[in-house]
């Protein structure tokens, strides 16, 4: 059993076993809105989004978790009963505070990252944008469609890809970082090789986007810690490779959130601020179905990390896996919905291949949210 079993509260009795619980408790929160001025609800890291309830979320012996949904209005008397004042307290600030800026971008807003693969063999466009002048057009293109970050990579981490050595990953991405840089472009530069973002940084890029969470290589963390710039640390099971042989958690949502709240503590040690960090929690990235599904239903437990949150779901297998007859290039529909998805649970950067679109429909649901 590693999915949550939600609770239905028929009596006292069953708030009181959540207040009396002795172990660690996560808190997702839920019952989303355009917030506003409504005194009923909280903002969901200082954005427009708010939130009216928590799920209160417990592990249960032997693998799996269980849950109560509390609404914000009872949850003063719940804290008074479970002891949990200064904890609850803590919780809510690193809910409800705004993220401090990310390379010059305001976390109040939800940022859409246009994905630049310089790749043979990515997963959807593996091959489209090999040479440096087509990921440079193809980079400037995004960006007018309103890609605030420009995400660029040179080695697929698809699941199974091979491994390109450094020289080759350098040698594709750094001509297209400086040459988006010097256009005045936010560049972040997606690899898990010290060496490849040492590289980048110095042609130009702003961003350091690793899918091993600066675990992939041994030197990555005192790369990033020298280099003052912001890190995307990602969750991923075991490395490409091997991560969808069989992926196994007991509790996909708590072992992901805690994993990353490990990660950012070793970054903080190293000298890494927690405001100069984002979490991904790796939709894909060794998670079967059900595994991305019960992620992406409480993204926004991951507000309780304290830092921006962002998600990839563009294209991905998981989409073709509810509609098998869709090729990677056929899931847009789902990608757009995963995105809004995401926006709903307040994510402050949505990483996509189709800019034009995600970018639309997420100023639609904007728009009719303020209504």
């Known amino acids: 059993m590693d999915k949550i079993e939600g609770s239905v509260l028929r009596s006292p009795a069953d708030v009181r076993g959540f207040a009396d619980f002795d172990g660690p408790l996560y808190y997702a929160p839920t019952g989303f809105i355009d917030h506003a001025d409504d005194?009923?609800?909280?903002?969901?890291?200082?954005?427009?989004?708010?939130?009216?309830?928590?799920?209160?979320?417990?592990?249960?012996?032997?693998?799996?978790a269980e849950s109560m949904i509390l609404p914000l209005l009872a949850l003063e008397g719940w804290v008074q009963n479970s002891g949990r004042v200064d904890e609850i307290n803590d919780v809510l600030n690193r809910l409800t505070t705004k993220r401090a800026d990310f390379s010059g971008l305001d976390m109040a807003s939800c940022?859409?990252?246009?994905?630049?693969?310089?790749?043979?063999?990515?997963?959807?466009?593996?091959?489209d944008y090999n040479t440096t002048d087509q990921a440079i057009a193809r980079a400037r293109v995004l960006a007018e469609q309103g890609a605030s970050i420009l995400d660029v990579g040179g080695e697929s981490t698809r699941p199974g890809a091979e491994t390109v050595s450094e020289a080759d990953e350098i040698a594709r991405v750094?001509?297209?970082?400086?040459a988006l840089a010097e256009d005045g472009h936010c560049v972040s530069i997606d690899t898990r090789h010290a060496g490849v973002m040492e590289a980048a940084i110095e042609?130009?890029?702003?961003?350091?986007?690793?899918?091993?969470?600066?675990?992939?290589?041994e030197r990555s963390m005192e790369v990033a810690a020298a280099s003052g710039k912001p890190v995307i640390l990602m969750h991923m099971q075991r490395e490409p490779g091997t991560m969808?042989?069989?992926?196994?958690?007991d509790c996909a949502v708590l072992d992901v959130y805690d994993y990353l709240l490990d990660r950012i503590e070793s970054c903080e040690r190293a000298g890494i601020s927690r405001d100069r960090i984002c979490v991904d929690p790796g939709?894909?990235?060794?998670?079967?179905?059900?595994?991305?599904?019960?992620?992406?239903?409480?993204?926004?437990?991951?507000?309780?990390?304290?830092?921006?949150?962002?998600?990839?779901?563009?294209?991905?297998?998981?989409?073709?896996?509810?509609?098998?007859?869709?090729?990677?290039?056929?899931?847009?529909?789902?990608?757009?919905?995963?995105?809004?998805?995401g926006w709903r649970h307040g994510v402050q950067m949505i990483r996509v291949h189709d800019v034009h679109e995600t970018v639309q429909s997420i100023s639609v649901t904007t728009a009719t949210s303020l209504v």
């Not at 969808?244 to 958690?249: C, D, I, L, M, V």
Request: glycine share 14%.
């Open 39 to 64: 005194p009923n609800t909280l903002p969901l890291a200082g954005s427009r989004r708010g939130f009216s309830a928590l799920e209160i979320i417990r592990r249960r012996d032997g693998g799996g």
């Open 111 to 127: 940022h859409v990252m246009g994905i630049v693969n310089v790749t043979p063999d990515s997963f959807s466009d593996g091959g």
């Open 174 to 178: 750094v001509p297209v970082i400086r």
């Open 203 to 217: 042609a130009g890029a702003a961003i350091i986007n690793d899918v091993t969470g600066l675990e992939g290589d």
């Open 244 to 249: 969808q042989e069989n992926p196994q958690y």
């Open 283 to 341: 939709i894909g990235f060794g998670k079967s179905l059900s595994h991305n599904l019960e992620l992406l239903s409480r993204l926004a437990i991951f507000h309780g990390l304290g830092c921006p949150i962002l998600l990839g779901t563009s294209r991905k297998s998981f989409i073709g896996k509810i509609d098998p007859a869709a090729s990677p290039k056929e899931r847009l529909g789902g990608s757009i919905a995963s995105a809004i998805n």
